[in-house]
């Protein structure tokens, strides 16, 4: 059974951090790209940042220069450092595993910026 299961959200300020994780299980990790996307009310699911099985990145425009995406194949696990943060960040985050068309989503974590 595939499970990816998100953390790290919560209520932050604007202009401060925050560190999302996402562990995977039921999956050869190490052969997915790995993206976390974002949405937020009365909008849809957006891209937010994508990491491939050969550590290749991308951004959302709206993001680049804030967040890193990251992956460590030893814990099955992706990240999203999230720094500079603004109130138009506020959104559920969601961890995506893909590979051909094999494709996987996790329950979400909000992530709530204040002004």
């Known amino acids: 059974q595939v499970q990816l299961v998100e953390s790290g959200g919560g209520l932050v300020q604007a202009g401060g951090s925050l560190r999302l994780s996402c562990a995977a299980s039921?999956?050869?990790?190490?052969?997915?790209?790995m993206g976390w996307y974002r949405q937020a009310p009365g909008k849809q699911r957006e891209l937010v940042a994508v990491?491939?099985?050969?550590?290749?990145?991308n951004y959302a425009d709206s993001v680049k220069g804030r967040f890193t995406i990251s992956r460590d194949n030893a814990k099955n696990t992706v990240y999203l450092q999230m720094n500079s943060l603004k109130p138009e960040d506020t959104a559920v985050y969601y961890c995506?595993?893909?590979?051909?068309?094999?494709?996987?989503w996790g329950q979400g974590t909000q992530v709530t910026v204040s002004s």
């Open positions: 039921g999956i050869i990790f190490r052969v997915y790209a």
């Open positions: 995506n595993a893909l590979r051909a068309k094999l494709n996987y």
């Open positions: 990491i491939t099985s050969g550590d290749s990145t």
